[in-house]
């Protein structure tokens, strides 16, 4: 999910600085409670309120399997998806999820279809 533009948390924040309630705003821009207390907490602690990176590393399995996998689904179209995992684990040492396969796959432009 993508994080709330930066115009309309100042614009909420800024209603909310004119008077309107937490509970009237939430309603008026389509946001929760919760997030309004979190936005008026940011900027009373940084005076900003622009979102947050995400935190953690950047994924890089997907770069090496998508580069991997045309070979092998020319090879093995039928295989399933936890029939490619073991593969690349096999092959790379590195165990993906079957989501992550399927993400790869979708982006390569595969489709699941398989011949009788």
Do not use: C, N
């Not at 939430?26 to 900027?43: D, M, N, P």
């Not at 399997?65 to 295989?79: C, Q, V, Y």
């Amino acid at each position: 999910m993508r994080a709330y533009s930066e115009d309309l948390r100042w614009r909420v924040v800024q209603a909310l600085d004119r008077e309107m309630t937490r509970q009237e705003a939430a309603e008026v821009f389509a946001v929760s409670v919760r997030t309004i207390k979190r936005w008026l907490k940011q900027r009373g602690e940084t005076g900003d309120l622009a979102p947050k990176p995400v935190p953690g590393p950047v994924a890089v399995k997907r770069r090496a399997l998508e580069e991997a996998l045309p070979a092998r689904l020319a090879e093995h179209a039928d295989a399933t998806l936890e029939e490619h995992g073991a593969w690349w684990r096999e092959v790379s040492g590195v165990e993906v999820s079957t989501a992550t396969l399927s993400r790869a796959i979708s982006a390569l432009g595969w489709t699941r279809k398989k011949r009788r």
